[in-house]
Nanobody, 123 residues
Framework: VQLQASGGGLVQAGGSLRLSCAAS????????MGWFRQAPGKEREFVAA????????YYEDSVKGRFTISRDNAKNTGYLQMNRLAPEDTAVYYC?????????????????WGQGTLVTVSS
């Protein structure tokens, strides 16, 4: 499976962006998916995750109520809708997939990673 993240850009505080994660391969629909982010000088951190069916989602506390993770298995694509963006959300955002179908807030268990897309939020 190859993942291609897109949708990043420059936005003012309070604005919105939707990130996409396009996957190649027929088995993506069975994989759980996560979004992580890494700000300059900081470690990669968990943002959100979703089960293979899309029935259950998980969020890091600081994005709850602002970000929404979703997926369309028919399109082999995952999404991260980000609303009410703040400067502290500035980071490179990565999508990841776990072939075991498990959910983890740690990056280690994820088998596949996209290349990252930069989100910059100006104040």
């Amino acid at each position: 499976v190859q993942l291609q993240a897109s949708g990043g850009g420059l936005v003012q505080a309070g604005g919105s962006l939707r990130l996409s994660c396009a996957a190649s391969g027929r088995t993506f629909g069975w994989y759980s998916m996560g979004w992580f982010r890494q700000a300059p000088g900081k470690e990669r951190e968990f943002v959100a995750a979703i089960t293979w069916s899309g029935s259950t989602t998980y969020y890091e506390d600081s994005v709850k109520g602002r970000f929404t993770i979703s997926r369309d298995n028919a399109k082999n694509t995952g999404y991260l809708q980000m609303n009410r963006l703040a400067p502290e959300d500035t980071a490179v955002y990565y999508c990841a997939a776990d072939s075991k179908g498990l959910i983890s807030r740690a990056p280690g268990p994820y088998d596949y990673w996209g290349q990252g897309t930069l989100v910059t939020v100006s104040s």
